[in-house]
């Protein structure tokens, strides 16, 4: 195992719903720079259109994914808790979180390198189909949800 | 026809004719939202409607403007009744103005309601969208009183906002009974809000029950009960075992003039509270 890991973050990634399954090598290749971090609520862990560099694990807690609007206050638009990622912009060019991330509550999470999950994808596709493929669901279902809330379903 | 061949609507013989309504009195108003209040009704004489089962509604009549089917939210053996309504038409508009000491027609109780009874032994899922909670209430108070009788019950609740939530303070107080899973959720928030955001769908995944063995009741708008259904089935609940509380224009409400016609089922009659088996294939056309 390469030393620089810290193995506690392996065991959660290696934990985490999303990586189930995916070969340990893998999981430590992306826990290097990884690490624990704990939020209480309020405490905003991502701001929209700061530099998205990081994929987060949610291991216990509930954060809130709020959008902004110039003459409005925040609006939360979504929820997320344990056993979900919060995060995709590390993904996507320019690497801009496209909303806030704020704890609900003490919040434990895992934080993840985009640069080097990026580099890592890039290197070995057989891994970047496998994440991908796990990804893609995940996505899926968000904008599904998305559209759900757009029928307004408790509308009149 | 002859009004003699008119069908029992369930009311008391003394009720006379079973299109007449039978005044009762606001006793209370109790303001749930912008647009919905929650009233107290009493019989204004001894002349009262008949029991009510959970799911039934009754015809509330704003004297002067017309009727409306207002589903049961509660009520007591003495004859009091509860009613939620929320501020749409004509109708339920002078229904949400009415005060204190005011008079109002109430007809009723019709149509099949939750099938409580035949859900003991088995686990539940209630999911209530919108003003899907008044429905849904007296059953939810008559699975409390014979809680042992059933397996695990999860509540769903969902709404647009934290301020469109009805009966919020009684569902804060469920959610702290140890027999019991609540979730609340609604699709967007502000800041002063720390409960789940997400569409009611999203909590199904996470509600604990056997599929096999269970039960669910979901009632909204067509739309969150069809979604809902859908994420049921997908967890394997069986569609037979899903019912759904169906809402169409009723005018007679006992199955004579066709306003609540839906395919070959009269609503006010066969339903509300339908089958997601029988109405599956329906909840998928533009119009029936």
Redesign the interface.
Known sequence: MNPEVNHKVVREIASHPFFHGMSREFVETIAVEGEERLFVADDMIASEGGEADVLYLVLEGKVALELEAADRPPITVQTVGPGELVGWSWLVPPHRWRFNVRALKRTRLVALDGGIIRRTLHARPDWGFEFMVRFMPLLAERLENTRIQLLDIYGR | MAVSTLPDPASPADAGHPLAPIPYVVRAVATETPDIVTLTLVPRSTKRTGPFRPGQFNMLYAFGVGESAISISGGSPDGQLIHTVQS?GKVSNALTRLTPGDTVGVRGPYGRGWPVAEAKGRDLVIVA??LGLPPLRPALYEIFRNREAYGRVEIID???TPK?LVFYDEVQGWRRRSDLRVQVTV?????D??????????RIPDARFDPERTTAFVC??E??MK?TAQALVARKVPAETIFLSMERNMKCAIGFCGHCQYQSSFICRDGPVLRYSAVQTLLNLKEV
């Open positions: 749409l969208g919108g969902g709404a647009r469109n699709d967007s928030a502000g800041r809000w720390y409960g789940d955001v997400g569409v009611v769908t999203t909204g708008p739309i969150m979604l």
